[in-house]
């Protein structure tokens, strides 16, 4: 017989409770016996770590099932309200904080707006405020809190906890590991495309695939890519910059330093700044520019077609690169598919012969505007519950 070691005996006992809770997160509820025979674990190894997770208050029991002969077997619940996380998630002009439950449901939402170029420091201050504040609100105990998760602009180092590069928040080189002291709460930080992607596969259409590219079109663009079911980071943890490919050689300056970057021609600035600067009227909000194109306003329609081609230039390019099953958009614009999605799907689509609409497929956001922050709120709870994803 083969010894394990104790360290080979914890490994497993853990791998074990993530396993149950993972089947239960999914399932619901199910008897011991249901458990045994889905993960193929010993009813009596069942029993053992179910009690002690009835113990930690993550699973409950729940009344008895039907019998097949002899005792009715105890059915086993899952508790979604049995811990918390926190979703944080930083933009030039505002921050917002969620706090979630363990089915990602928001339990508190707090948005406040807030100059966050340069000082981050007043960001985390901020921040660390606003979280003594939700849980005093709430009532949560602090134990039940598993970590903060930050979604944020820019190249994130996650293992080093290292913001290295945000240029739309005007920000370098920030480590989270004081403000992780501080707070006594673990914190986790990921680049807000990559969190956006993680929440659109884990909470929306992660069932369907496992290969997605999600375009997060905000203030700047960021892309997000997952392959088989993991996040795809790269050697630097820098993949994924697409916003910042070339599409216009001695293009519009960027505050990367280059020029003709593909966001200063995608983002919801760029689209703003191009209607302004063709027309007299000036606007702020899509909102705005949306009314005037649904009211076929002859600058607005220009200004859109002139987007959606470059949008569609740089999504073949990606679809190119990575051949991915979806590609998510997502951002606010996201929200006015109707102008969106159909003019994408033909431009992007059409006289190509690499790929078609049944090869590779745009869909739009399910998660809207809560997929980063949720993403963001995910990430405390992928380290402590589930199995599988890995970041590469
Ligand atoms: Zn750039």
């Not at 077997?73 to 933009?91: C, H, N, Q």
């Not at 027309?279 to 959606?308: C, G, H, M, P, Q």
Request: with cysteine; charged share 25%; proline share 2%.
């Amino acid at each position: 017989m083969i010894k394990l070691n104790i360290l080979d005996q914890e490994t497993i006992k853990i791998t074990n409770k993530k396993r149950i809770i993972n089947l239960l997160y999914k399932k619901r509820e199910l008897t011991k016996q249901d458990i045994s025979k889905k993960l193929n674990i010993s009813v009596p190894t069942i029993i053992n770590n179910v009690n002690e997770l009835i113990k930690e208050g993550i699973l409950e029991e729940a009344g008895v099932g039907d019998s097949t002969g002899g005792r009715k077997p105890v059915i086993v619940k899952f508790i979604s309200s049995a811990r918390y996380s926190f979703g944080v998630e930083v933009k030039p002009h505002y921050v917002r904080i969620i706090l979630v439950n363990l089915d990602s449901e928001i339990q508190y939402d707090k948005y406040f707006k807030m100059n966050c170029l340069q000082n981050f420091n007043k960001v985390l201050d901020k921040v660390e405020e606003e979280i003594d504040i939700a849980i005093k609100e709430t009532k949560i105990e602090r134990y039940k809190v598993l970590g903060v998760g930050f979604s944020l602009p820019g190249t994130v180092n996650e293992e080093k906890m290292l913001l290295e590069i945000a240029p739309n928040l005007m920000v370098k080189n920030i480590c989270f590991q004081k403000f992780q002291s501080r707070i006594n709460i673990p914190v986790y930080i990921e680049n807000e495309a990559n969190a956006a992607a993680y929440a659109e596969i884990n909470l929306s259409i992660g069932n369907e695939m496992k290969n997605l590219v999600y375009i997060s079109i905000t203030e700047g663009i960021g892309v997000g890519v997952i392959v088989e079911d993991n996040l795809y980071k790269g050697k630097n943890k820098r993949a994924g910059e697409f916003g910042h490919m070339t599409i216009v050689p001695n293009g519009i300056e960027c505050n990367c330093g280059r020029k003709g970057c593909w966001e200063m021609y995608v983002s919801e600035r760029a689209l703003l700044n191009y209607y302004n600067n063709n027309s007299t009227e000036k606007i702020s909000l899509l909102k705005e520019f949306f009314n005037k194109l649904d009211n076929n306003e002859e600058i607005a329609i220009k200004v859109w077609k002139r987007y959606i081609d470059y949008l569609s230039i740089g999504i073949q390019n990606i679809i190119l690169a990575l051949d991915p099953h979806y590609v998510v958009v997502g951002g606010e614009i996201s929200e006015y598919e109707d102008n969106l999605l159909n003019y994408l799907n033909e431009k992007v689509f059409i006289e190509n012969k690499f790929y078609n609409e049944k090869d590779n497929r745009i869909l739009l956001s399910k998660l809207k505007k809560d997929s980063s922050i949720k993403g963001a709120a995910l990430l405390p709870y992928n380290k402590l519950f589930f199995l599988g994803s890995k970041i590469i």
